[in-house]
């Protein structure tokens, strides 16, 4: 059994054991740790044991098992040491946590399913359809005031059966851990947690994500989110740089530009719409003419989609007398087919019959049809037949 010295102790970062037990490589049992599991979310310390570096710690019911880079001898002495950054970082976030998921059972009444300590941020899951912004602002500006109250979070150990005013049951019985924000929220809990919610220091509510009927939550808290709040500060500042505007002014600025951007876009389609236009026709007049008197032209690309730029072409090339049009793509392999009115050439009958024997799919109606193919290959051997009509 090994005796967790972060229950009482959540700064104790020094500390001698002896190795109980060595039951795999690199797999060390002490009789007492200050290293902290991965469990209820939170993941596990990091640091070093003995001068071997710790890369993961297991908790295994009645013991702990540290994974080591090394091997160290049952019963040898050894030194451990916590990586204190790591540590209070998560104590940061999980005490964090329990303040925000205890502020918004007090506002809105959504008790929390989960709880998840990321490495970049940590998330809650609310049984919400949606949070809107002024919940968050208010569970935002709630949570803060906590904060600058600086209450303390003592830690008890309370029999289960006579555990009272917990703000979520533990279904657990025997001795509990009670972690506590004085005068607000009573929660059982393993995890490593600051002294006084001061310590949690600023905190940030970001995006939230609609997950099977739930919402999670993504938050910052402590150092996180300054840095956070500088990094962004410094992106913001930059795009600002840019217009030469205030970052307050960026916002507008950029949905002004988004706005121009989507009208120069339209006016772009409208225009290359119309020179596809022009460009049919002038190759239809340097089509020459079969001993029909039809006009057949082949347009062969080496890459694109045959979008609605070659559509307006085809369009236009058979908007003249007895035409026929047909352009293709090999990447991805496709090929249109075109026909005028009086070419007397049906062309989704046409081209779907083509694209048959060429393993192809795709059809249309009797003016202009299109489809897919799987190779190369292929789409000349369709081109070749369509060619012919």
């Not at 297991?58 to 049952?74: F, M, S, T």
């Not at 329990?98 to 399913?113: I, K, N, P, Q």
């Not at 740089?241 to 009208?263: G, Y």
Request: hydrophobic share 40%.
């Amino acid at each position: 059994m090994t005796d967790r010295l972060y229950y009482s102790d959540s700064y104790l970062t020094q500390f001698n054991a002896t190795v109980a037990a060595c039951d795999g490589p690199g797999r060390v049992v002490l009789d007492r740790t200050a290293f902290y599991p991965d469990s209820g979310g939170q993941p596990h310390d990091e640091g070093t044991l003995g001068g071997l570096k710790v890369l993961d710690v297991i908790d295994e019911d009645e013991r702990i098992v540290h994974v080591v880079d090394g091997e160290l001898q049952p019963g040898a002495e050894v030194a451990g040491a916590v990586d204190w950054t790591r540590r209070f970082d998560h104590m940061q976030q999980h005490s964090g946590q329990h303040l925000l998921s205890a502020v918004f059972e007090e506002l809105f009444g959504y008790r929390t399913l989960s709880f998840h300590l990321g490495s970049e941020a940590s998330t809650i899951d609310l049984p919400a359809a949606s949070l809107e912004p002024a919940q968050l602002q208010a569970a935002e500006e709630r949570v803060n005031a906590l904060v600058c109250e600086n209450r303390p979070l003592p830690v008890n150990f309370e029999d289960a059966a006579e555990a009272q005013g917990l703000r979520k049951e533990s279904g657990r019985s025997g001795l509990l851990r009670i972690v506590s924000i004085e005068g607000y929220d009573r929660s059982a809990c393993g995890g490593t947690h600051v002294r006084a919610t001061g310590e949690i220091g600023p905190v940030i509510l970001r995006k939230v994500d609609r997950i099977r009927g739930t919402v999670r939550l993504e938050f910052l808290c402590g150092l996180r989110a300054v840095r956070r709040g500088r990094d962004e500060f410094a992106a913001l500042s930059a795009v600002a740089r840019l217009f030469s505007a205030a970052p307050e002014e960026t916002p507008a600025l950029v949905a002004a530009l988004q706005e121009q951007a989507k009208e120069a876009d339209k006016a772009r389609r409208r225009l290359a719409l119309e020179a596809a236009g022009f460009r049919g026709k002038a190759l239809y007049e340097q089509c020459a003419a079969d001993e029909r008197g039809h006009r057949t032209y082949c347009d062969h690309r080496a890459s694109g989609a045959l979008d609605e730029e070659a559509r307006a072409v085809a369009q236009s090339f058979c908007a003249q007398p007895r035409a026929v049009y047909i352009v293709s793509s090999m990447n991805p392999p496709s090929v249109m087919l075109a026909a005028s009115a009086d070419a007397g050439v049906h062309a989704g009958n046409a081209l779907k019959e083509a694209l048959s024997q060429a393993g192809g799919r795709g059809g249309g109606n009797v003016q202009a049809a299109q489809g897919s193919l799987p190779t190369a290959d292929a789409v000349e051997a369709v081109v070749a037949r369509l060619a012919q009509l």
